[in-house]
């Protein structure tokens, strides 16, 4: 690929078909891999009343999540450190997630940044690509990914993550880790996971993420069109303990698309947002992220090891809700060559880089 800024899966979709991950639980970095196990197959919620949902802002729903989590279990109270604490704070208390406002808000705060190969935020004439969409417009970031994926229909996808603090460089935009789920044509996409980002969180350390796209078009960080589950006690934003491994979901049902963090629904976003048009994913996707200044970067990726050393960061248990078998196949579409992702199973998927060891 000639163009370096083009997103993780550029080449993907109009080409061969890359990844497939299935779902095998590693507690951390040195664990031994458990046995695949097959998809999970979770039955139907009853679909509730569609309200319309916010463009811009993030509201507090009574739409009723799955009973379930995605991985099978019954949601139970998130263990939260004090408001303001660091993600080192949060993993010292062993606590799961803690508001980064210091009064505790629950309401996250929408901020337009780099996401995928987006075009500058004032760029409103330049039509974003998400990972997966061949075309992409100009943009003054280079994007570098390395993770998997897989190609069939789903009502959706988890997986554990590692969470971690990397090296962001001050010229760079951002490194983060999710899973997508995406339609077949990757034009609508539902996004979680963790992010260092200056411009989003204002500080370095992993915070709560969620995004979505409708047509190949970019919207904001964690707002958006987001409805917030009333009895979560997470919202996004919210500062995440470093050094651990966290589950991170994705399921549609009752007429959305719901977001899970470790133990709790955090909220979800409308079917009404694709007009209704996008109930099912076509493509799962689960990947490490940089967005930099220059092609040459200093940022790590992950836990900023190289995926030769065994302690570097993970995507474990990957599993699908109502899908096919889980069957990994790698991605790495880094144009500089600093990142990278090797397949320890079907289900698990070593990555991550240190960037430019010149630094």
């Not at 993770?147 to 997986?159: F, I, N």
């Not at 995406?182 to 995004?211: C, M």
Request: contains cysteine.
């Amino acid at each position: 690929m000639s163009n370096p800024r083009r997103s993780l899966l550029a080449a993907g979709l109009t080409a061969a078909v890359v990844g497939s991950l299935g779902a095998a639980w590693t507690l951390n970095a040195g664990a031994a891999e458990m046995p695949s196990a097959p998809a999970v197959a979770l039955p139907a919620d009853p679909v509730a009343a569609d309200p319309a949902a916010a463009d811009t802002a993030a509201v507090t729903s009574e739409r009723k999540p799955p009973s379930v989590l995605p991985w099978g279990e019954r949601p139970s109270r998130l263990t939260r450190a004090r408001a303001g604490a660091s993600s080192a704070a949060v993993a010292a208390a062993g606590a799961d997630a803690a508001s980064a406002d210091a009064s505790g808000s629950l309401v996250p705060v929408p901020v337009y940044a780099p996401k995928g190969h987006a075009p500058d935020e004032d760029d409103d004439a330049a039509a974003p690509a998400p990972p997966g969409v061949a075309t992409a417009a100009k943009s003054d970031d280079f994007y570098h990914y390395a993770g998997g994926r897989q190609v069939g229909a789903t009502d959706g996808t988890w997986a554990n993550l590692s969470i971690a603090k990397p090296e962001l460089a001050q010229a760079d935009a951002h490194t983060l880790t999710e899973i997508a789920m995406q339609s077949a044509d990757s034009k609508q996409i539902v996004e979680v996971g963790w992010n260092v980002d200056r411009k989003v969180n204002g500080d370095t350390d992993p915070h709560l993420f969620v995004y979505y796209w409708k047509d190949g078009k970019k919207t904001c960080y964690n707002s958006c069109g987001f409805e917030m589950y009333a009895d979560a006690s997470i919202k996004p934003g919210d500062t995440l303990p470093t050094g651990v491994q966290k589950r991170f979901g994705i399921r549609h049902s009752g007429g959305a698309w719901w977001v899970a963090y470790d133990s709790e629904w955090v909220g979800s976003f409308p079917d009404s947002l694709w007009n209704g048009a996008y109930t099912r994913g076509g493509l799962s996707q689960w990947f490490g992220e940089v967005a930099s200044a220059t092609e040459t970067t200093c940022t790590d990726m992950g836990k900023g090891l190289p995926v030769s050393d065994g302690a570097a960061s993970r995507l474990g248990t990957i599993s699908m809700t109502n899908g096919p078998d889980v069957n990994a196949e790698r991605v790495s579409t880094d144009p500089s060559q600093y990142y990278d992702s090797k397949l320890l199973s079907a289900t698990t998927i070593r990555y991550g880089g240190p960037g430019n060891g010149d630094c």
